[in-house]
Every structure is written in C-alpha cells, then in structure tokens.
C-alpha cells in the first residue's frame, strides 16, 4: 500500500492516533489503516535501551500498508536518541517522535518522559542530535507542566528552548503531569484540562505546528480544535470506539465518503490473522483484542466481543471464530445507544 500524504493545504500532523503502550501496535495500526488512509499513526513508546540491548526487530518491525507511520521514542541522552533515530530511518519510519509526556514512575527512573520538561536543554540537545542524524521530521510529544505549576510560562518556555534546537512541531497534551501521587491512568483523567495553553502556544508561536491531545472524543471537539491549532491528536477514543476513525479522511482530508462496512473490515483481519500467523507464528488473539471496539453500539456486539475474547476458542483458526462472532451480528443500521 503506497504512503498517501494529506493533501495540501493540510498539515500532516492534522489528525493523529496517540501513542499508547500496550495498544497501538502494528497490528492496532493495522487496523487502524483499514479505517483511515491519511491519519498520522504512532507507535508504542520505544526506549533507547530497548533498541540498544534488545531486538530491533521486535521494536521496529511494522507493516508496509501502516505508512504514514512514526516512530516514538523514550530516552534523554542524546548521543542514543540519535543512534534510535537512525535505526527508526533505517527500517522506514516516516517521523520520529521524542516522549516528553509520559509520568510513570518506571519512565522517570530512566530519568524521561514528563520529568524532561524541567530539562529543556536537554531535549533540545536530544533533538539536534535526531535532526543531525536523519532526514525525517523530528517531533516531541509533552505536557502543559509538570505537578502542581501551572504557569503559562513554564510550557512556553519549554517549547521556545526546544524550538531553537530545530523542532518544529510539537504535540501537546494539554494537562499537567504529576511526577508524584497520581498513577498514570489517573495522569490521564485527574490534572484539569486546559486547552487554552495549546491554543495559545500556536498564537505565540505561529510558524510552528502545534498540536493538542487529550480528552478529545467527538469530531466536532476536533473540528473546533482546528480553529485554532494545527492538529489533534486522539487516543483513548481512537482505540475503544474506532469506527470513528472511518469519518475523518472525508470530514478532515477532503476525501469521498468512505464505503466500508464493518464485515468488509472484519474480513480484512482475518486474512492478516492468517497472513501474520503464516509469517511468524502470531496467534490471531494477540490481534483481535484490538478489534473488539469494531461494533461498539450495534446490537449483538456484546456477545461479538465475548466471543473474540473466549480463551477457549483459542485453538481454533481465526476464520472458524469469525463464524462464530458473526452469528450474533444483526444488520448493522439495527444500532442501539452507544
């Protein structure tokens, strides 16, 4: 599947799936793609260590039919970053992504993520370091602040330094990290969104790209969002309810409406159920659980999913389970109350 860039006047950071750990996957953004042409996919987070001491391949390895794609990264030294970057070139990454957002305490041992927001020099010696090293886009994902500070200032102040190191395009989640007290599901849900930042972050810096995420759930929030920033980024929503990804290239890239139906995506992954499996051995439940948003709100999706996710059918093939799944399936103009 050819790499189809948005169409100019569009950013291609103007829609975007968030990265997630545990979810977005290659064979979430497989998925994904099914859904979307011109959406900005991410992976996981991939730390430098991980690309340092373990299998590249089973960090990098992703699908030619998932382009645009971007790789993200977690670390702080800048001599590895650029090392990860040339790696994430190398194997076909169109972007490169530094994580300046994540709170767990696991990423702060390894002193990044959010905490790196108190060290602007730091990322921006991380990301010259990537733009000396490759020719992609280089990008940096962060918070409105860390803790308890909420001054305007402090996030300004962050984007400017790393500004002048190269960046152009910044991602923002628009709450706070909290480096203490809060886990990171609560990171997600408690620091109070504040929207105003991001919006204000493109008014003082208009030749950047700025994008805001967090909280984010309908097309028209995107929509209204675009009034003022260049991009959005969806990522919870995205992942539990992604039939509405369906509606974007259309309602956000200009594209015709899209023909897809839910069983014409459902067979598409059984056959990558059995391509993957043919390819090394992946079983076809590591790929369903991503899927099981697939029908949110149509009747008989209760027992689809139950199904999908039965441990028992696991020695079945996949398309003896999709038989299975589709039996409880009703027409799907037949919906209920999402």
């Given at each position: 599947?050819?790499?189809?860039?948005?169409?100019?006047p569009?950013?291609?950071?103007?829609?975007?799936?968030?990265?997630m750990m545990?979810?977005?996957?290659?064979?979430?953004?497989?998925?994904?793609?099914?859904l979307t042409?011109r959406?900005?996919?991410?992976?996981e987070?991939v730390?430098?260590g991980?690309?340092?001491?373990g299998?590249?391949q089973?960090?990098?390895?992703?699908n030619a039919e998932?382009?645009?794609?971007?790789?993200?990264?977690g670390?702080?030294?800048?001599?590895?970053?650029?090392q990860a970057?040339?790696?994430?070139?190398q194997?076909?990454?169109?972007?490169i992504?530094?994580?300046?957002?994540?709170?767990?305490?696991?990423?702060?041992?390894g002193?990044?993520?959010?905490?790196?927001?108190a060290e602007?020099h730091?990322?921006?010696?991380?990301?010259?370091?990537?733009?000396?090293?490759v020719?992609?886009?280089?990008?940096?994902?962060?918070?409105?602040?860390?803790?308890?500070?909420?001054?305007?200032?402090?996030?300004?102040?962050?984007?400017?330094?790393v500004?002048?190191a190269?960046?152009?395009?910044?991602?923002?989640?628009?709450?706070?990290a909290?480096?203490q007290?809060l886990?990171?599901?609560?990171?997600r849900?408690?620091?109070p969104?504040?929207?105003?930042?991001?919006?204000r972050?493109?008014r003082?810096f208009?030749?950047l790209?700025?994008?805001?995420?967090?909280?984010?759930?309908?097309?028209e929030?995107?929509?209204e969002?675009?009034?003022?920033?260049?991009?959005?980024?969806?990522?919870?929503?995205?992942?539990?309810?992604?039939?509405?990804l369906?509606?974007?290239?259309?309602?956000?890239?200009?594209?015709?409406?899209?023909?897809?139906?839910?069983?014409?995506?459902?067979?598409?992954?059984?056959?990558?159920?059995?391509?993957?499996?043919?390819?090394?051995?992946?079983?076809?439940?590591?790929?369903?659980?991503?899927?099981?948003?697939?029908r949110?709100?149509?009747?008989?999706?209760?027992?689809?999913?139950?199904?999908?996710?039965?441990?028992r059918?696991?020695p079945?093939?996949?398309?003896?389970?999709w038989?299975?799944?589709?039996?409880?399936?009703?027409?799907?103009?037949?919906?209920?109350?999402?």
């Amino acid at each position: 599947m050819e790499k189809i860039p948005p169409t100019p006047p569009f950013s291609p950071w103007r829609l975007s799936v968030a990265p997630m750990m545990d979810w977005t996957d290659r064979h979430c953004r497989f998925l994904h793609r099914l859904l979307t042409k011109r959406t900005l996919l991410y992976t996981e987070m991939v730390t430098t260590g991980a690309l340092m001491h373990g299998s590249v391949q089973r960090h990098l390895r992703f699908n030619a039919e998932e382009h645009p794609v971007a790789l993200q990264l977690g670390g702080s030294e800048a001599d590895e970053l650029a090392q990860a970057a040339r790696l994430g070139e190398q194997w076909g990454y169109d972007e490169i992504n530094l994580n300046c957002g994540c709170p767990s305490e696991r990423v702060q041992r390894g002193a990044f993520g959010a905490c790196l927001m108190a060290e602007p020099h730091t990322v921006a010696d991380g990301v010259k370091a990537m733009r000396d090293a490759v020719s992609l886009p280089v990008t940096v994902k962060h918070r409105i602040g860390i803790d308890k500070t909420e001054s305007y200032d402090f996030v300004r102040d962050f984007v400017g330094t790393v500004a002048e190191a190269g960046c152009e395009v910044f991602i923002v989640h628009a709450r706070n990290a909290w480096l203490q007290g809060l886990s990171p599901k609560e990171n997600r849900e408690v620091p109070p969104l504040r929207y105003g930042l991001a919006h204000r972050l493109k008014r003082d810096f208009p030749r950047l790209t700025i994008a805001v995420n967090g909280g984010i759930t309908t097309n028209e929030q995107i929509a209204e969002h675009l009034q003022h920033v260049d991009g959005v980024m969806l990522g919870r929503e995205a992942y539990h309810h992604p039939w509405l990804l369906t509606r974007w290239d259309e309602a956000f890239f200009g594209a015709p409406p899209s023909a897809l139906d839910r069983d014409a995506v459902e067979d598409e992954m059984v056959r990558y159920m059995e391509r993957a499996h043919a390819e090394d051995g992946c079983p076809w439940y590591a790929i369903a659980r991503h899927m099981l948003g697939l029908r949110h709100g149509l009747r008989g999706a209760r027992k689809w999913r139950q199904v999908w996710s039965d441990h028992r059918l696991k020695p079945l093939p996949p398309r003896e389970v999709w038989r299975l799944a589709r039996a409880h399936v009703s027409d799907e103009t037949e919906t209920l109350a999402a």
